[in-house]
């Protein structure tokens, strides 16, 4: 059995659903990742030390858009879509989060309500539900 790691999940069904953030203690091996993005993996540095695992052109297969990434200073950046899992990158290898990455986490990865004629429109995150499942449930 491979090493357990804390992640940062963020899920979104496919009836559109996201539900709010948090830290679970998941596999820490390839088999599992692709098991809960439900597809190949693609990694996203969010910052030095966090990457975010999603499903490799989740937004185009179109899967449920999830998160909007901004930089530090508030840019937007991207969309990512379908479940997604933020770690750490520490080596050539993932590893846990600390409790204090989840600020960093929230502030840079923002849920989306809708795109509309090119402009994002975001949900508060205290409006999302609170994922009830289990914690490694994969993708739906």
Known sequence: MSEKIKAYLLRADSSGQLYRGYIAD?????AFEQRYVGDRIDVYSLTNNLDVIGGDEAVVMGRTLNRAVYDERGNFITVL????MVVRYEGDSFASIHEEDVAVIEKMLKPIERIFNGKIFLRDVQELKIWEGKADEPAN
């Open 26 to 30: 998941v596999e820490n091996s390839l």
């Open 81 to 84: 879509a379908g479940n997604l």
